[in-house]
């Protein structure tokens, strides 16, 4: 079964900087939005960014000015650039492929921000 795999997640100070990575380990046809989402313990899984084939971005409100969501449509790739991470940015980080049949998750990286 086609799964995402996401890397580059990892340990980093406060105002650092960390790019995440996400690609299908297989053919997945009709992708139309890849995002990513993140989860701290006790919290709720929520929207970061996500960005259409057509290039709309969504940002959280938390990450606006902070975070860059970026694609490569033709590899169904999606990247997270993150800059000036906060302690509070520390979560797991899921990437997250939407077609019109289904959606598609990955197993999460961790990102953890020390102060």
């Known amino acids: 079964q086609v799964q995402l795999v996401e890397s580059g997640g990892g340990l980093v100070q406060a105002g650092g900087s960390l790019r995440l990575s996400c690609a299908p380990s297989?053919?997945?046809?009709?992708?139309?939005?890849m995002g990513w989402y993140r989860q701290a313990p006790g919290n709720q899984r929520e929207l970061v960014a996500s960005?259409?084939?057509?290039?709309?971005?969504n940002y959280a409100d938390s990450v606006k000015g902070r975070f860059t969501i970026s694609r490569d449509n033709a590899k169904n790739t999606v990247y997270l650039q993150m800059n000036s991470l906060k302690p509070e940015d520390t979560a797991v980080y899921y990437c997250n492929a939407k077609t019109n049949y289904r959606v598609y998750w990955g197993q999460g990286t961790q990102v953890t921000v020390s102060s």
């Open positions: 297989g053919s997945i046809f009709g992708i139309h939005t």
């Open positions: 960005r259409t084939n057509s290039g709309s971005t």
